[in-house]
């Protein structure tokens, strides 16, 4: 199976910082139709998860331009700029490009 | 709007057999696939399996043995039968759907699965 490892695995950020987490799979995300299937999630406290990109870099429908996705192969990473109170939560990355899809660990992100 | 709804039992006792049910709306099975996705209390997110638009299923390897995921187009409908439950599968069990270009875009709001005598 893909192991994908994010870290930091917490990270504690003021409204207004900018934080980058990062994903790391154990194998390359890059399918052989040529995309690669890696995606981020945020689940909020006590809510299901929601995607916020998805392929990399693609923006999920209203999620906010603050976040955004890079990387390849096997190195991945989410950054969202100027952070706010609503983004605390749990963010997990995810691949779908191997069988069985896997999940990192996940990375909460509290407001100081 | 698309919408899915999970729906199941609660409470069930070690050995014995989960059965849930996703109910969706919004948008037709035999265009879109359905994940299962499980989190055990206070711990991260695990891929159960798939059902695609065309019926076809993978699931997760660890499970595999225990897992059975089917479907009802008519109602809307997804299953989930998972037996010889333990202790360990206690979790928040979630539906999610995807599509070509479109993944975990849309979840439910999960059902609490308690395993215990």
């Known amino acids: 199976d893909v192991v994908m490892t994010q870290t930091p695995p917490s990270l504690s950020v003021a409204i207004g910082q900018s934080v980058s987490i990062s994903c790391k799979s154990s194998q390359s995300l890059v399918y052989s139709d040529g995309k690669t299937y890696l995606h981020w999630l945020l689940q909020s406290p006590g809510r299901s998860p929601k995607r916020l990109i998805y392929q990399v870099s693609n923006l999920g429908s209203g999620v906010p331009d603050r976040f955004s996705g890079t990387g390849s192969q096997k190195d991945f990473t989410l950054k969202i700029s100027r952070v706010e109170a609503e983004d605390l939560g749990v963010y997990y990355c995810?691949?779908?490009?191997?069988?069985?899809?896997?999940f990192g660990s996940g990375t909460k992100l509290e407001i100081k | 709007q698309v919408q899915l709804k999970e729906s199941g039992p609660g409470l069930v006792q070690p050995s014995e057999t989960l059965s849930l049910t996703c109910t969706v709306s919004g948008f037709s099975l035999t265009s879109n696939s359905v994940h299962w996705v499980r989190q055990p209390p206070g711990k991260g997110l695990e891929w159960m399996g798939i059902?695609?638009?065309?019926?076809?299923?993978d699931y997760n390897s660890a499970l595999k043995s225990r897992l059975s995921i089917s479907r009802d187009t008519s109602k809307s409908q997804v299953f989930l039968k998972m037996n010889s439950l333990q202790t360990e599968d206690t979790a928040i069990y979630y539906c999610?759907?995807?599509?070509?270009?479109?993944?975990?875009?849309?979840w439910g709001q999960g059902t609490l699965v308690t395993v215990s005598s």
């Open positions: 995810a691949q779908t490009t191997h069988f069985p899809f896997t």
């Open positions: 059902i695609r638009s065309g019926g076809s299923t």
């Open positions: 999610t759907r995807t599509r070509v270009g479109d993944w975990f875009a849309y």
